[in-house]
């Protein structure tokens, strides 16, 4: 029969974290975090991008009809795709307001940060002005941020 031997903490040289030492964190949000967390303005780990105005008529012969999302469409069990609508957009528009695989589409109007993840669910589609787009940089992971905005919401 084997015996099973159970490591403790000084035997895999564990560094123990002080979580006496706290700090301000200029958030009305949390008010302190532990000394040793770095802090960030979001728009430094995250690309975010404010959705189109809506436009009712094509401004220029270029301009198609595309289907795009608002904040209704976004809940926190996903995207609901029962009731999408379409406006105009023109070609260098399209460009910048393009869901892409992964973005995070976070409510600006409605229920205010309601987050959803987009997966591509339509070809190609858009956000409106009560919408943004928000996409990590460096490394940074757009899970970690709805995980996070879910855990401030609910």
Known sequence: ?????ISTPQQINVRQANYSSLKKSGSALISELLQHWNTKPIKYCYEVRLGKMLQNE???INDTLEP????????????????????W???KEKLYYKLKNGDLVVCEGGDV??????????ESCYIQNAVHI??????NSNKYLYYWMYTLKK
């Open 134 to 139: 928000v996409r990590g940089k460096s490394g």
């Open 68 to 87: 795009y999302l608002r904040s209704a469409n976004v809940t926190w069990k996903g995207i609901d795709l029962s009731d999408i609508k379409e406006m």
């Open 58 to 60: 094509p401004s220029t």
């Open 89 to 91: 957009i023109s070609p």
């Open 113 to 122: 940060g309601r987050v959803a993840v987009w997966k591509d669910e339509i």
């Open 1 to 5: 029969m084997s015996v099973m031997q």
